[in-house]
């Protein structure tokens, strides 16, 4: 977390997508057209029939530097995103919850930063413009305790955002929620929100179609979720993997986050393993927007392929 927090500081880099302008004459549309109109905020999908949203929160920019990164070896980290096109100086962290209608329910996987780390808050808006009112969100999962994704728990107020919602983290990652409040200066956010909690054994059922996957090392209670409809799968990775290219290029890396280093290598390699034998499609929180994809072998590791 102090790590995390020292984000606060990071400077603001606001993704710059534009929504597509159709021309002036192509304005028939489908009859499977969406209600609302194309936004930059929001990418609509579905897993087998269930509806799924990836909600744009905001972008975390985490300079490539020792007392930064999670990265020790800044040089080696420079060299991997430059061969992979990226900028060297900067790590691009996006933040994007994920929406699922799970039969009557309006399920929310993680809530964002609420501003935190240098963060747009711009979750209830992305949510709004998607069509759902934060009233209608029933069921909040939660990946783990860090700020950049339970701090849209509430609003700049104190109250609760989401307050019809139920609170399901896994019960380890409670613990160390409760436990470390007080150091995270999250006590507020704790007493608002601990009324609604609803802890879970890891691995649990959680909703009809979400089963929770216990991911270990980043967070003693970390939990990935799995939505399952028909055919349709997807496995919400939460933080086990922060870089689209250096998480997944570079498992074997600590990441200097991870409370348990060779839990999280051993989770990254294993999801690796697993998402290329199966094809597995992955919805990686920070990877970038809207966070869709697979992995695939190359050479003699990995890589990221978004879906779009
Ligand atoms: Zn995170």
């Known amino acids: 977390m102090n790590v995390h927090a020292s984000l606060a500081a990071a400077a603001l880099i606001l993704a710059s997508i534009t929504a597509c302008s159709p021309e002036a004459n192509k304005t028939v549309e489908p009859a499977s057209a969406p209600a609302t109109a194309p936004s930059p905020d929001f990418h609509a999908f579905r897993i087998g029939t269930l509806e799924a949203t990836a909600l744009r929160d905001g972008m975390i920019a985490l300079p490539n530097a020792a007392d930064e990164s999670p990265w020790a070896d800044t ?26 209608r799970d039969g009557g329910r309006v399920v929310l996987i993680d809530t964002g930063a609420g501003g935190r780390m240098g963060t747009q808050n711009r979750l209830v808006g992305s949510l709004r413009a998607a069509g759902v009112d934060p009233t209608l969100v029933t069921d909040i999962l939660i990946s783990h305790a860090h700020g950049d994704h339970v701090g849209g728990l509430v609003g700049a107020d104190g109250s609760l955002t989401f307050p019809n919602a139920v609170v399901r983290i896994s019960e380890p990652e409670w613990e160390y929620m409760k436990a470390g409040a ?51 799968r997807l496995l919400y990775i939460g933080d086990a993997m922060h870089s689209s290219v250096i998480s997944v290029q570079r498992p074997e890396w600590i990441n200097g986050w991870d409370t348990d280093s060779a839990a999280g290598v051993a989770t990254r390699q294993g999801l690796l393993e697993r998402g290329t034998a199966d094809s597995l499609r992955i919805y990686g929180v920070h990877f970038p927007f809207p966070g869709l994809g697979r992995f695939e072998r190359r050479d003699d590791g990995f890589v990221w392929a978004p879906e779009r």
Not at 75 to 100: F, N, Y
């Open 182 to 232: 007080a150091r995270a200066g999250e006590v507020a956010l704790l007493a608002a929100v601990t009324p609604k909690v609803q802890p879970f054994a890891p691995g649990a059922q959680v909703t009809p179609s979400i089963k929770a996957v216990p991911l270990a090392g980043h967070t003693p209670g970390h939990s990935g979720y799995e939505i399952v409809s028909g055919t349709g």
């Open 75 to 100: 040089a080696a980290a420079r060299t991997v995103l430059t061969a992979a096109g990226q900028p060297a100086d900067v790590i691009h962290l996006s933040v994007q919850p994920l929406l699922v």
